[in-house]
T-cell receptor, first 111, second 114 residues
Framework: EDKVVQSPLSLVVHEGDTVTLNCSYEVTNFRSLLWYKQEKKAPTFLFMLTSSGIEKKSGRLSSILDKKELFSILNITATQTGDSAIYLCAVGIQGAQKLVFGQGTRLTINP | SQTIHQWPATLVQPVGSPLSLECTVEGTSNPNLYWYRQAAGRGLQLLFYSVGIGQISSEVPQNLSASRPQDRQFILSSKKLLLSDSGFYLC?????????????FGEGSRLTVL
C-alpha cells in the first residue's frame, strides 16, 4: 500500500523562527513529490520535486528531495504569522493519475 | 483561465438521508477529476477519480459513489449517510497525465451528519 507520512503533525513557533517539515514515503512507483499549503479551504500548490538533491526555492520557502532515503523536507525561514497553515505533502505514482497525501503538518506562527 | 466550482459549501444532514455534492470545472477540456475527503486533523484521503466521462475509479470501499455525467462535471453521492461520512470534501482537477504534477482544488464542502 502506498503511504506518505509527515512529521511533526503539529508545530508551534514564534515569528522569525526557522522551521523544517518532514515527509517520508513508501510507494510502488515514485513519479513526483509535491508540497501544498492549506490556509482555510483549498490547498494551494507550492513545489513539485522529481529529481533527487535539487533544491526548489520560492522566497523564504525551500524544499529538497532525497530519492535514496525516500523523504523530502520543506524549510521556511524567518517565519511570519501568514505562514500559519496546514502543509500537505503528496506523492505522484507513476502510471496512475492520482496523488497520495500525507496527514499534513499544522504549523502555527505566534507573533 | 481555469476555474473550479464546488457546492454546497456547507451541509448539515441527518443520518440516513441522501447526499449530492457537485463540482464543475471551466476553462479546460477532458480534465482528470478527483474527490478527496479530509477528516479533522488528517490529510487528504482520495475517494474517487475519473479520467473521462463515465470512467470512475474508487479508491476505498465506502458508503459513497461518484459519477461523471459530463466532461467537466463530477458528482459525489450517497443514498444513506452515516455519521462517519462527516468531513471536508474537496474536488480537484488536473491536466491529463499529471504532467505538471499539480492538482487544482475547489473551495470544499463541509458535511456534518447528525
Amino acid at each position: 500500500e502506498d503511504k506518505v507520512v509527515q512529521s511533526p503533525l503539529s508545530l508551534v513557533v514564534h515569528e522569525g523562527d526557522t522551521v523544517t517539515l518532514n515527509c517520508s514515503y513508501e510507494v510502488t512507483n515514485f513519479r513526483s513529490l509535491l508540497w501544498y499549503k492549506q490556509e482555510k479551504k483549498a490547498p494551494t500548490f507550492l513545489f513539485m520535486l522529481t529529481s533527487s538533491g535539487i533544491e526548489k526555492k520560492s522566497g523564504r520557502l525551500s524544499s529538497i528531495l532525497d530519492k535514496k532515503e525516500l523523504f523530502s523536507i520543506l524549510n521556511i525561514t524567518a517565519t511570519q504569522t501568514g505562514d500559519s497553515a496546514i502543509y500537505l505533502c503528496a506523492v505522484g505514482i507513476q502510471g496512475a493519475q492520482k496523488l497520495v497525501f500525507g496527514q499534513g503538518t499544522r504549523l502555527t506562527i505566534n507573533p | 483561465s481555469q476555474t473550479i466550482h464546488q457546492w454546497p459549501a456547507t451541509l448539515v444532514q441527518p443520518v440516513g438521508s441522501p447526499l449530492s455534492l457537485e463540482c464543475t470545472v471551466e476553462g479546460t477540456s477532458n480534465p482528470n477529476l478527483y474527490w478527496y475527503r479530509q477528516a479533522a486533523g488528517r490529510g487528504l484521503q482520495l475517494l474517487f477519480y475519473s479520467v473521462g466521462i463515465g470512467q470512475i475509479s474508487s479508491e476505498v470501499p465506502q458508503n459513497l459513489s461518484a459519477s461523471r455525467p459530463q466532461d467537466r462535471q463530477f458528482i459525489l453521492s450517497s443514498k444513506k449517510l452515516l455519521l462517519s461520512d462527516s468531513g471536508f470534501y474537496l474536488c480537484a482537477w488536473s491536466a491529463v497525465g499529471l504532467n505538471t504534477g499539480e492538482l487544482f482544488f475547489g473551495e470544499g464542502s463541509r458535511l456534518t451528519v447528525l
